[in-house]
């Protein structure tokens, strides 16, 4: 055995153990010319950059045929898929869907749904289904009607007024649902006219267990095996939609390096915002709200220990909040970065350089970013009271012993007015029955507690452990204690104590300090004004936001996309594997590596299938390519769009990114962020092999209807 040369041992372990960031240079990052995605809007389409990219030669009719082949559903994207208005989505899309049209004796989640004909496509209540038909710049009124404005208030309510007369003018002249959209922060604006379809049906949908394998543990990962596809038909006049526009399915593949394009409406995205701006997101909207899921999403895996018997609803708890809580931690941990930061930074920079390096420039922009600094400083001081004074009444966080007070505090009102002019149930007669419904027994002291506790550390870490009514609430103490000490000195903590006070009447109620009343009180009485700073700090940077967006376009103009705002958008990528653990994930993945985990997971939870899958379907090609990644630059609102080849034909649905696309939000980062997908040939060999849906399988490979 080989001497071991210690100094060279104890360089390199000093260079393992040094962090990443502290090796970094940060003047030596610079922001790179797509750092702010390739979600290019079909107002500017990227002729000359696909030419340049891929060498791909796109016009005006190739852009048309695309832009009314996609659609928009409420939350997620759709698309044409035939010529007798099939349309393609994701299951996880119509998943609520499925649920309120299950009927008797029917699960549509666990078992999925497929109509054998026409007449078994099922409507859809309260459904529709936007095409987008009419593009329009009316950048030119709207910010006519801006600047007129002597005041920053003026201008706001200018720029409004002229949005809405506008959208109702065209509304009645076109008959289509009319939408002014801002691109660019507000360098640009268009108006957009979309036909409306509101008579959807569902025509095939596969089991729950197939579509969302692996269920949230799998979520946002990569390699995937999810059949995460739902198909629905669009009806005029009762009868299917001839659509001269659809994406046809290829059954060919996509060969590596080939140009594939996501055509969605990806949701929001806060690329071209300043860096003030990210760094309060950084500091406090994402730090509150990292705080609650994290602190809440741990909580809950201590309760399943003290009580068993709860075991499944508290895991399911976890669940529901599993998904969201991986988003904002991860993002948080993005915006925390180092790299991502100087990145932005540079962008700044280089842009404030271009503006003060021209006189005409800096007149009119130069103040843009110490302006939205200003306003960013005065939420600073609002944002977090806000957020210590609404917490309480929070629909997920909130603990109900607030909601209780709450309702306390109301009752005063009631209470004050002479007996004649009380609403009936708070008259004598009824008061005592009305005071035991609105404050009943039973509080699920198990979670309510634990809410309790979360709720009054957050208004800690908003307002300081040293705000009165902070120490009022903690007690000095920290975690379950908080509560534990705070429910002995209220009322709350026993609801016949409460049903006394309310019995004393009005005056008793207001004289009581009782801690959570307190809150309440002081609640009620910051929560207006603040709401109004809020409102007059967000209205002001808006209109510094639309100067930001007036900056970008002139010094680079229509060259980089603007912000997401859910509407379409085509994205262009390539077929990309990317490094993970050690090692590589492959571009694609196979049946066979579902049933690998399947039984490598002993066939359990949420890796398990539903009996027509659990047993290898005799037919099936366990080969099929299943699910693939490419770097198309998607967020949230991009589920359910198609990918297409550049023959506008359907190569796969987008449902998924991977870990790393999820700081996307806010940069795009090619090196590893990930668009998931699932492939076009798995979607209908499934049909064919599975689901013995011959008549949609045939439909995707024709395009119409089979006769």
Not at 214 to 220: K, L, P
Not at 382 to 401: D, E, R
Not at 447 to 463: D, F, G, S
């Amino acid at each position: 055995m080989k001497k071991l040369n210690f100094a060279l041992l104890f360089i390199m372990l000093f260079a393992f153990v040094l962090p990443l960031q502290a090796q970094l240079k940060v003047d030596t990052v610079k922001a790179q010319k797509y750092d702010n995605g390739k979600m290019w809007p079909f107002d500017y389409p990227p002729v000359e950059y696909l030419k340049e990219t891929y060498d791909l030669k796109t016009d005006e009719a190739w852009y048309e045929d695309v832009r009314l082949s996609a659609l928009r559903l409420p939350g997620c994207t759709s698309s044409f898929v035939s010529e007798d208005g099939l349309m393609m989505t994701n299951h996880h899309c119509a998943r609520g869907l499925l649920e309120r049209m299950s009927k008797e004796g029917e699960d549509l989640i666990k078992d999925g749904f497929y109509a054998k004909t026409l007449a078994d496509e099922r409507k859809i209540p309260n459904y529709y289904a936007d095409q987008l038909v009419m593009i329009k710049d009316i950048t030119a009124e709207i910010q006519t009607a801006e600047n007129t404005g002597a005041t920053i208030a003026e201008k706001a309510a200018n720029k409004k007024a002229k949005i809405k007369e506008i959208t109702e003018k065209m509304n009645k002249e076109t008959g289509l649902i009319c939408q002014v959209v801002s691109l660019y922060n507000g360098g640009k604006f268009s108006l957009y006219g979309y036909k409306r379809y509101t008579d959807i049906r569902l025509v095939f949908s596969p089991d729950m267990q197939i579509a969302y394998f692996g269920g949230d543990f799998d979520n946002f990962t990569y390699p995937r095996y999810n059949l995460d596809c739902t198909f629905y038909r669009a009806y005029e006049n009762d009868k299917p939609v001839k659509s001269t526009n659809y994406f046809k399915f290829s059954f060919d593949g996509i060969k590596p390096g080939e140009p594939i394009f996501t055509v969605g409406n990806p949701g929001t995205t806060n690329r071209l915002k300043t860096v003030a701006q990210l760094e309060y997101a950084r500091d406090i909207a994402y730090r509150n709200n990292a705080f609650l899921f994290d602190s809440y999403y741990y909580a809950l895996e201590d309760l399943i220990k003290e009580d068993d018997s709860r075991k499944k609803e508290l895991e399911d708890l976890r669940v529901d909040l599993g998904n969201s809580q991986k988003v904002i931690a991860t993002t948080l941990k993005g915006l925390k970065d180092t790299y991502v930061y100087a990145k932005k930074m540079d962008f700044q920079k280089k842009l404030q350089e271009a503006v003060w390096n021209n006189s005409e420039l800096k007149e009119q922009y130069g103040k843009v970013w110490e302006n939205i600094e200003k306003t960013r400083a005065e939420m600073r001081k609002v944002g977090p009271q806000m957020a210590a004074y609404s917490i309480g009444f929070n629909g997920l966080f909130g603990s109900k012993y607030f909601a209780l007070a709450k309702s306390l505090n109301d009752l005063v009102k009631e209470l004050q007015k002479p007996e004649d002019q009380r609403e009936a149930k708070f008259k004598a007669a009824k008061l005592d029955s009305t005071l035991e419904a609105m404050f009943p027994d039973k509080v699920d002291k198990l979670l309510e507690n634990t809410k309790l506790w979360i709720n009054i550390e957050y208004m800690a870490l908003n307002l300081g452990k040293d705000d009165p009514l902070v120490k009022r609430l903690s007690g000095g103490k920290s975690g379950k204690a908080i509560a534990e000490n705070l429910l002995d000195e209220s009322i709350f903590g026993d609801m016949d104590d409460v049903i006394d006070l309310a019995k004393e009447g009005a005056d008793a109620i207001l004289k009581s300090e009782d801690p959570i009343l307190m809150y309440v009180r002081e609640a009620a009485k910051r929560t207006t004004e603040l709401q109004k700073q809020v409102q007059e700090i967000n209205d002001t940077e808006n209109i510094y936001d639309d100067m930001l967006g007036q900056v970008i376009v002139k010094i680079h103009n229509t060259e980089l996309p603007p912000d997401a705002n859910f509407t379409l958008r085509l994205s262009d990528g390539t077929l990309k594997p990317f490094e993970y653990n050690g090692t590589v994930a492959p571009d694609f993945t196979t049946f066979y590596g579902m049933y690998d985990r399947f039984f490598s997971f002993r066939k359990t939870y949420p890796w398990d299938l539903h009996s027509r899958w659990a047993k290898v379907p005799s037919g099936l090609d366990l080969e099929t390519p299943f699910n693939f990644v490419s770097n198309n630059d998607i967020v949230g609102g991009n589920s359910g769009s198609p990918v297409i080849n550049k023959n506008a034909e359907v190569v796969g649905l987008a449902f998924d990114g991977n870990i790393d696309s999820i700081i996307g939000n806010y940069i795009y980062i090619p090196y590893n962020n990930r668009m998931v997908a699932v492939d076009s040939r798995a979607m209908v060999h499934a049909m064919d092999e599975v689901y013995d849906a011959e008549r949609i399988a045939d439909e995707l490979k024709s395009g119409k209807i089979s006769e």
